[in-house]
């Protein structure tokens, strides 16, 4: 049994990224695992500001916002999970703080090599290399964290509410699961 901590970017609860996490959600506790979910877009989490005090206030950031309740959660997890949609060709706002923010962790001295990572993300338009903006950063920081990439999925051409049910999107990311 793994403890996976899934952070989402998506201000709309009840849009096509937060369909596709639902499903990942409910696959991988069917399989026995435990799930943390921070929605990021629901939190406060400001930027790095790169002031390198990390861990001296006994916090991951001396800054104090939500993401000082999810740095332990990573710390803990096996496998970290970003659901996110593509907001202007990047990723958004909501999980580019929790990944600067990332940088606590390393300066802290913490050791997190060794976890699994997977991405999954949705994007309006069909053209798959719109979704570089989010995979590209994610894995790169999944490199030089040492953590394994397991899986990412991917899916073009949903803008509108209920746009990921004429897609396997869901499918997709509930079969993450059997790699987590």
Not at 24 to 36: L, M, Y
Not at 125 to 152: C, H, Q, Y
Request: net charge neutral.
């Amino acid at each position: 049994m793994s403890k996976i901590v899934v952070i989402t970017g998506s201000p709309r609860n009840s849009g096509n990224s937060f369909a596709m996490t639902e499903a990942f959600i409910k696959a991988v506790q069917k399989k026995g695992h435990s799930v943390v979910r921070f929605d990021a877009a629901m939190k406060k989490v400001g930027g790095c500001h790169a002031c390198e005090t990390c861990y001296s206030t006994g916090k991951a950031c001396s800054f104090d916002d939500d993401f000082n309740t999810l740095a332990p959660e990573i710390l803990d997890a096996d496998a970290v999970v970003f659901s996110t949609p593509v907001y202007w060709y990047s990723i958004p706002a909501q999980i580019k703080g929790v990944l600067d923010k990332m940088f606590s962790l390393v300066v802290g001295g913490k050791n997190i090599a060794g976890k699994k990572c997977a991405i999954i993300t949705c994007c309006e338009e069909n053209d798959m290399t719109v979704m570089d903006g989010v995979r590209i950063p994610i894995e790169r920081s999944a490199a030089l964290l040492k953590w394994e990439m397991a899986g990412t999925v991917m899916i073009p051409g949903v803008l509108n509410v209920g746009d990921i049910e004429k897609t396997d999107g869901c499918q997709k990311a509930a079969a993450l699961a059997d790699v987590m």
